[in-house]
């Protein structure tokens, strides 16, 4: 019958397709399936375990680390300052770039690009190179930001060595590396823009700030929420160098913070169990809270079409 | 069909990839044979020196290949990479380990226990000092061969003594003369008096809880020693200096060793491993060595840093080729080019002053003087023994930190992280 016979072929075809597209899967599918998805599963497994890395057992030991981290002072402060620190980013490393492009956008195209350029070198350097630099700018005795404000009559703090300012010190290189890629996302958000609609605010009779506020501020929000989103995410990662570099997590912990909380307590410490549990509490926090971004953002967002 | 015949050329590169990875390096136990040797020296951290020493070991034992590797962040980085190797069984045969993680990689790691070798080379145990060759031991075991040697030192700016109207000809002994020329130096020159060391490890307290008769860690290994009277009157009186005398800068490692070299602050105490970048980085000052203030009348006590030296091999043909290496190490011969290259101490103190080895070095660089004047009164560098000694250190280093906020007295941060820390050393 031709028509079994084509529902045969039909069948053999899409076999044949399922397999090819598979395989052509199989490189991405297995490259983030081993350096991504099995880790995570691994880190899992592993964070009910005791382990110091060298030792041929996992040793099994329950929900213990998990009490164990719960009752550590250094997580709870960790949780705090990353807090502080996602908090400060989302809000200067969103706000500032997204300032900054809407202003470079009008002033003239040749002075334009010498600011793209001059705002988006911090993104290239790289963050230890970076790091090395703020060392010198943060000097508590003759370095650039301390003996600026000596000049208008503040004694700057110890911005790397004291409590109360440590976590600032590692924030602020943050915001300031993550500032030139941000701006230059909103760079290329606000050019998408169409200008009439600027124009039709302008012709009637909106002033400049009313057209960002009711006009261009509404349109860019996809780019926004990206930014948002990515800075957010990025944050305890983006914490890691400054820390390792700058100020070892202290003093005494107070500009500690989960990413380098689980490097600490991996690599530091040799106890990959239980840095392991402090990994996967990260991961579940910034999970949930991107997930409620995600809700939270989208149903407020116009996306022009 | 494409896809079977893609199919299995996919099948063939993972093979391939998988072979590639999974290839053992070849193993021959043929002659010569290649030990792998971990190292921290960078090349302007006696890796030319360290390069020499295997070209001479090579010549004299043409049965034994060195492959030595450098292993980027210092000690710890090093440790990191070992756990590394020695998880996928292939430890290098020697490697060099710090003083303060030789209690966690020799009761944590395969080694070898290096007392059998008493019989056989009594010679070589008998030139080195026993304070130096301790350095090495736990409970009476020798589980590594001290190789690298440093002490403390006082640093100091011969300038800002002279505007302080002092006499840089007699630097300060103990740490009252510290405190009575400190004040000069604040009020003269507005500067800061001293910059203890205050990087991410415990030498800095360790040298001042021996100096002041304590002990960092009990002998029995069952409790730290920085709760005790000697520790808190130091830890206190380096509080006051940095809070109510303002005497002494608290800020981090590379902030305090710039600040001195600056000429912002008068005294720095740090490693003698410091002493050429610190002569040629001064800033337009002369900078003199002195040994670590003294408290009181009591006798000088430092912690020593540096390494010694562990045989991971566990092949008998790579062990005892990794054994010979090390003797070379420790030799006059070797111990003189380790010396010239790195800064460090030779592990025997007689070569020092020895014509055909050390002495035109020592004459040279006046800057050694006050460490080898120390090198009698050398202390170990207590690394803190069981699994969990890694995090006491950790938690003596933010007991430093917290001290030095100076929010509370250090004899209660002091008696409440010796608390915590003792939970976890071993019972």
């Known amino acids: ?305 | 069909m494409h896809w079977r015949k893609m199919g299995r050329r996919f099948l063939f590169t993972l093979a391939l990839g998988a072979s590639l990875v999974a290839l053992p390096a070849p193993g021959w136990a043929a002659s010569p044979v290649t030990i792998e040797y971990w190292h921290i020296n960078s090349p302007t951290f006696g890796g030319p020196a360290l390069k020499e020493l295997v070209s001479r070991f090579e010549a004299k034992h043409p049965d034994v290949k060195v492959a030595e590797k450098f292993q980027p962040g210092v000690y710890t980085g090093l440790m990191q990479q070992l756990q590394v190797a020695l998880a996928a069984k292939r430890p290098p045969a020697v490697a060099q380990i710090g003083y303060n993680l030789l209690a966690y990689a020799a009761g944590q790691f395969p080694h070898v226990i290096l007392d059998k070798y008493r019989q056989s080379d009594p010679a070589f145990f008998k030139g080195i000092p026993d304070n130096i060759m301790a350095l090495g031991q736990f409970s009476g075991v020798q589980h590594g061969i001290p190789f690298g040697v440093s002490t403390p030192v006082l640093y100091y700016n011969a300038d800002l003594f002279k505007a302080a109207g002092l006499n840089p000809d007699q630097p300060p002994q103990t740490w009252d003369d510290v405190q009575r020329m400190g004040q000069a130096i604040k009020q003269k020159t507005g500067k800061f008096a001293i910059y203890l060391q205050q990087p991410n490890d415990d030498w800095m307290e360790q040298t001042l809880i021996w100096g002041n008769g304590g002990r960092p860690l009990s002998e029995d290994g069952k409790r730290v020693g920085w709760d005790s009277p000697q520790a808190i009157e130091a830890f206190q009186m380096w509080q006051d200096m940095a809070n109510k005398s303002k005497l002494a800068a608290n800020m981090t490692w590379e902030e305090g060793i710039q600040a001195f070299l600056s000429g912002h602050v008068a005294m720095c105490i740090t490693t003698i491993g410091r002493q050429e970048h610190m002569r040629k980085n001064a800033n337009n000052f002369q900078v003199r060595t002195a040994p670590v203030p003294r408290f009181g009348n009591k006798a000088l006590a430092t912690a020593t840093g540096g390494n010694a030296l562990i045989i991971f091999a566990t092949d008998p043909a790579q062990e005892r080729a990794a054994w010979e290496w090390i003797k070379y190490l420790l030799s006059p011969e070797g111990a003189t080019i380790w010396t010239k290259g790195t800064g460090y101490l030779p592990p025997r103190a007689e070569i020092a002053s020895d014509p055909t080895y050390l002495k035109p070095f020592f004459d040279e660089n006046p800057l050694m003087q006050a460490s080898l004047a120390t090198f009698p009164y050398a202390k170990p560098w207590v690394s803190f023994p069981g699994p969990r000694g890694l995090e006491i250190t950790k938690i003596f280093i933010k007991a430093r930190e917290e001290t030095l906020e100076g929010k509370r007295p250090a004899e209660a941060i002091l008696k409440e992280t010796a608390q915590q820390a003792n939970a976890l050393l071993p019972r």
């Open chain 1, 1 to 305: 019958m031709p028509f079994a016979r084509a529902q045969v072929a039909r069948a053999r075809w899409r076999r044949s397709a399922v397999l090819t597209g598979t395989l052509y899967l199989m490189p991405a599918a297995l490259l983030t399936g081993v350096f991504i998805y099995w880790p995570l599963v691994a880190s899992l497994v592993l964070s009910f375990h005791e382990w110091n890395l060298v030792s041929p057992t996992w040793t099994p030991v329950g929900w213990q680390n998990y009490i164990e981290l719960f009752a550590s002072r250094p997580f709870w402060l960790a949780v705090v300052n990353t807090g502080k620190a996602a908090a400060a980013l989302t809000l200067l490393a969103v706000l500032i770039p997204m300032a900054l492009a809407a202003m470079v956008l009008r002033v003239s195209p040749q002075i334009r690009n010498l600011y793209r350029v001059v705002l988006f070198s911090p993104s290239v350097i790289s963050m230890a190179i970076a790091c090395a630099v703020w060392l010198w700018i943060y000097h508590p005795l003759y370095g650039v930001l301390n003996t600026v404000l000596r000049l208008v009559g503040i004694e700057g703090p110890r911005w790397l060595s004291s409590g109360d300012w440590a976590i600032w010190g590692i924030i602020n290189v943050t915001v300031w590396k993550s500032l030139g890629y941000n701006f230059v996302l909103f760079i290329a958000g606000l050019l998408m823009i169409p200008s009439e609609m600027q124009e039709a605010a302008r012709v009637d009779g909106a002033t400049e700030w009313q057209a960002f506020r009711h006009v261009t501020f509404p349109l860019l929000a996809p780019t926004t929420l990206f930014v948002f989103l990515t800075t957010f995410i990025l944050a305890p990662q983006n914490l890691f160098v400054p820390t390792q570099i700058l100020t070892h997590g202290g003093p005494n912990e107070a500009s500690n913070n989960l990413g380098y909380l689980v490097y600490q307590l991996g690599f530091e410490y040799f106890r990959a169990g239980y840095a392991s549990a402090a990994a996967m509490v990260t991961f579940l926090l910034f999970l949930g809270l991107t997930a409620l971004q995600f809700y939270l953002a989208e149903r407020r967002i116009h996306y022009e079409s």
